[in-house]
């Protein structure tokens, strides 16, 4: 027996907007697919290749800092330079496993029980 809370589960709008623009591709309709932030092209053969070294030389084994590993966040930091000129410290920078959580904690930090919150929830594209 399931929790009553499954009841009123519903599916992600993400979710259902990627499945509707597959669906549309699959039908042979020219998709532009920005609902999950998938790309769509392949992984970069040097991304996968790195990626099999870190799993080889057990680099993976463990969980990494919360906020991080401090050589991404140096990447960002030099990044934010080189494009942006902008300067940041690392300490400053926080890496998250995707936008929604990236979201999800900006709110619990910006935002208390009680403000007022708007958001956005639909467009009118013309």
């Known amino acids: 027996m399931l929790a009553k809370r499954v009841d009123s589960l519903e599916a992600s709008p993400t979710l259902a907007m990627g499945k509707k623009a597959k669906d549309m591709i699959a039908d042979g309709i020219d998709v532009v697919n920005l609902s999950q932030g998938e790309p769509d092209f392949n992984t970069p053969d040097n991304i996968g290749r790195a990626a099999r070294i870190a799993i080889k030389d057990h680099l993976t084994d463990s969980y990494t800092a919360t906020n991080g590993l401090v050589e991404l966040k140096n990447s960002v930091v030099a ?9 940041l410290l690392t300490d400053q920078v926080v890496i998250t496993t995707g936008a929604k959580l990236a979201l999800y904690a900006l709110m619990q930090i910006l935002v208390d029980p009680g403000d007022l919150v708007i958001i956005v929830d639909e467009f009118n594209w013309k």
């Open 79 to 87: 990044a934010a330079k080189r494009d942006y000129n902008v300067s």
